[in-house]
Nanobody, 125 residues
Framework: QVQVVESGGGSVQPGGSLRLSCAASGSIFRINDMGWYRQAPGKQRELVAAVTSGGSTYYADSVKGRFTISRDNTKNTVDLQMNSLKPEDTAVYYC???????????????????WGQGTQVTVSS
């Protein structure tokens, strides 16, 4: 079994910073892409940032220059450092991981995208 668990989030004033962390655990053979999505009330879930297993990154235009995604392949974690936060960044943030299940040296044949439970980020004065 595989779990993806987020931590971090909370409330901050405009211009402030927050850091989100996400850890994948369980029967993991390999993790491909990992990323962060967000969903604001009344809006569709959108991709905020993603990172490949090789370290290539993607950012939505709305967060470029303010957010930084980082990944530790030895710990199966991905973090999102959010700086210069704006009210429009308010949303529930979800971690996402494309995971191949199995043991350390054996692939079970099961590949699935896992989601975290979501963490609220509120930016307000």
């Amino acid at each position: 079994q595989v779990q993806v668990v987020e931590s971090g989030g909370g409330s901050v004033q405009p211009g402030g910073s927050l850091r989100l962390s996400c850890a994948a655990s369980g029967s993991i053979f390999r993790i491909n892409d990992m990323g962060w999505y967000r969903q604001a009330p009344g809006k569709q879930r959108e991709l905020v940032a993603a990172v490949t297993s090789g370290g290539s990154t993607y950012y939505a235009d709305s967060v470029k220059g303010r957010f930084t995604i980082s990944r530790d392949n030895t710990k199966n974690t991905v973090d999102l450092q959010m700086n210069s936060l704006k009210p429009e960044d308010t949303a529930v943030y979800y971690c996402n991981a494309d995971i191949l299940s199995g043991g350390e040296h054996s692939y079970s044949g099961i590949r699935q995208v896992y989601w975290g439970q979501g963490t609220q980020v509120t930016v307000s004065s």
